[in-house]
């Protein structure tokens, strides 16, 4: 079935202050057996529910009669990681409730992240695989607690005190759930990233306590709390019983550095967990949107082999056995 006969639709899964936080089922079923919950990109801190939606993986899941989901969720730095991690657990807590106990959980880039945290919390019933594309998967490592660390090629801002002021002074007002930028160069949420890349402010957002960041240089993993664990899912949360991962990045990846799911990936392995990680040779962050020709059918015998299409083509068939063994 394709993407173009599918029905949408919306739904209310949260209210949070009056605010209501909502999600885009995309099926061919009534009642779908299996779903694919797609946390958007945005580094945790831009775009909304259909941001960078990857249409490779709608089409597959919508080949296979099950739904596709996309949630909205909170976002730094109004947000909390607290308010963030529990929107993106509400969400798959409505979809299991309300669609079907069998999901797949899937991000890109800061959507990867949420998929790894929200899957280590979800115990019962458990996920029956993971999907990460590029994902920002430890906030741990050096890129987000080193002092003057840069995000893809932009230069270090000049005023990243002044940015840092301004991050920090939005903590607390009003949730923002939707943001896309019209402009990558000036837009003040894409500088609020630089800012919090450059002032490695990740950690110190997610949990809450300002100067975390600077700890864990000092001191590494045992800086955090184990009352903070929760946003480090890589670090503290992957356990025997984790479901099957599929990890996808560019080789070439200078936003979201490949190595987080390089680790991602040893750690899974050394824990017996099942996980495929797929590279990509000079590929770098968003790849698998902007190397697929619109129209590609990646599953037809006739479409060319390419090391992207190859790469997407191994995930699916890895999901595809997650999903039936489980």
């Not at 029956?128 to 932009?154: E, K, N, R, W």
């Amino acid at each position: 079935m394709s993407r173009q006969s599918a029905k949408k639709t919306s739904h209310v899964f949260k209210v949070s202050e009056s605010l209501e936080l909502t999600l885009d089922v995309i099926s061919n079923e009534i009642n779908p057996q299996t779903a694919v919950i797609h946390y958007h990109g945005g580094y945790v801190v831009l775009g909304h529910k259909d941001s960078w939606s990857p249409i490779w993986l709608i089409e597959t899941a919508l080949r296979r009669g099950w739904a596709y989901v996309s949630p909205s969720y909170r976002l730094l730095p109004e947000a909390s990681g607290k308010d963030v991690l529990d929107d993106a657990l509400d969400a798959a807590k409505w979809v299991i409730e309300n669609l079907t106990p069998r999901i797949i959980i899937a991000g890109s880039s800061g959507g990867g992240y949420l998929s790894v945290a929200t899957a280590a919390q979800l115990y019962s019933p458990r996920p029956i695989a993971v999907l990460s594309v590029y994902g920002m998967l430890d906030f741990t490592i050096p890129p987000y607690t080193t002092l003057g660390s840069t995000s893809g090629q932009a230069p270090p801002l000049p005023d990243c005190d002044i940015v840092e002021q301004r991050i920090l002074e939005l903590r607390g007002k009003p949730p923002v759930i939707s943001h896309e930028p019209i402009d990558f160069l000036t837009d003040e949420r894409v500088i609020l990233i630089r800012g919090i890349h450059q002032a490695a402010l990740y950690p110190d957002l997610l949990t809450g306590e300002l100067g975390l960041s600077a700890k864990i240089r000092e001191h590494g993993l045992k800086a955090i709390s184990p009352s903070d664990y929760r946003f480090f899912p890589v670090a503290f949360g992957l356990t025997k019983d984790f479901p099957p991962t599929a990890l996808l990045h560019g080789l070439a990846d200078d936003s979201v550095f490949p190595v987080q799911s390089i680790n991602a990936e040893k750690k899974l392995k050394d824990l017996g967990i099942e996980v495929i990680l797929e590279t990509v040779e000079g590929k770098g962050h968003g790849f698998d949107l902007g190397d697929i020709p619109p129209g590609t059918d990646i599953e037809a015998k006739e479409t060319a082999s390419t090391p992207v299409i190859d790469s997407i083509r191994r995930i699916i068939d890895f999901l595809d056995k997650a999903a039936a063994f489980k």
